[in-house]
């Protein structure tokens, strides 16, 4: 009877573990399209240095629902096929890295350390980066000299840096205080991710690896400063973070994310 129990067992383990390649193989082809197809590749400073899409999205899914390892060979496969299927300038192994970094950070946070688990509340980690990047901004507009200082008074050179602005601060307001709200709204209620802690995992995913290993390998790449193609990188994560953030957060509604990260 032991000997027909453990049998079924490394039988189930196995069956999962077919399981989760087939589903982390059709998140690399998900994160494939998404990069090579329906992204868009913004220039900063005269260089194809910003690509705009959602490709990262399935790789930090695959890490949250696998693990490290398997979230880091998702990344790893998206790239090199990526590259091999449609090849967008030269090869750099350093995004490869970076690509593979996006699947093993989720993956360390949710597997490893649990952080789903933990009572702490990230909101207020999370407001100070967000802030953060309402700083940025600033000093990206202060540095480009789009706004500045003359007799004491804040001058606009560029009159839709109002505008710019205004949606900066709103982003930030916005995705400062709503996770404060939902958290309340959920109290007591079935959640399987809090929503602090899943933009907590974006936040630091995206800060660590797009705005200071990607922006180091361009500079290396074209020859450039770093802080050419940070501020630029600065802008766009913005948006970008909460949109992947929701993004994650509506998905994790569907599927059983703390399931996976705590059996394996």
């Not at 998404?34 to 490709?55: D, I, K, Q, Y």
């Not at 991710?193 to 990607?214: A, E, P, Q, R, W």
């Not at 290396?220 to 802008?235: A, H």
């Amino acid at each position: 009877m032991k000997g027909d129990k453990k049998m079924m067992q490394v039988r189930k383990k196995r069956l999962m573990s077919t399981s989760s390649l087939v589903k982390a193989a059709l998140l690399a082809a998900i994160s494939i399209v998404l990069t090579r197809v329906f992204s868009l590749m913004v220039p900063l400073g005269g260089l194809p240095a910003l690509r705009v899409g959602f490709g990262s999205v399935p790789i930090m899914l695959s890490g949250m629902l696998f693990g490290p390892l398997m979230g880091g060979i998702t990344g790893f496969i998206s790239d090199l096929l990526g590259y091999m299927m449609n090849p967008q300038g030269a090869y750099f192994p350093g995004f490869t890295l970076s690509s593979a970094l996006f699947g093993i950070i989720p993956g360390l946070l949710f597997k490893t350390l649990k952080i789903q688990k933990q009572r702490f509340n990230y909101n207020f980690v999370n407001v100070i980066m967000i802030m953060g990047f309402a700083v940025g901004m600033i000093w990206v507009m202060f540095s480009s000299e789009v706004i500045g200082i003359t007799g004491g008074r804040l001058v606009f050179n560029d009159t839709s840096a109002i505008y710019l602005i205004v949606s900066v601060i709103a982003v930030a307001l916005l995705f400062g205080i709503m996770p404060f709200g939902i958290s309340k709204y959920m109290k007591g209620k079935t959640e399987r991710i809090g929503l602090d802690k899943l933009t907590f995992t974006v936040t630091l995913t995206y800060v660590l690896i797009s705005l200071l290993m990607n922006t180091y390998w361009l500079s290396i790449m074209f020859g450039k400063g770093f802080m050419i193609f940070l501020p630029g990188r600065i802008v766009a994560a913005i948006p970008t973070i909460p949109i992947y953030t929701f993004i994650l957060y509506t998905l994790s509604r569907f599927m059983d994310i703390t399931e996976h990260t705590t059996r394996s």
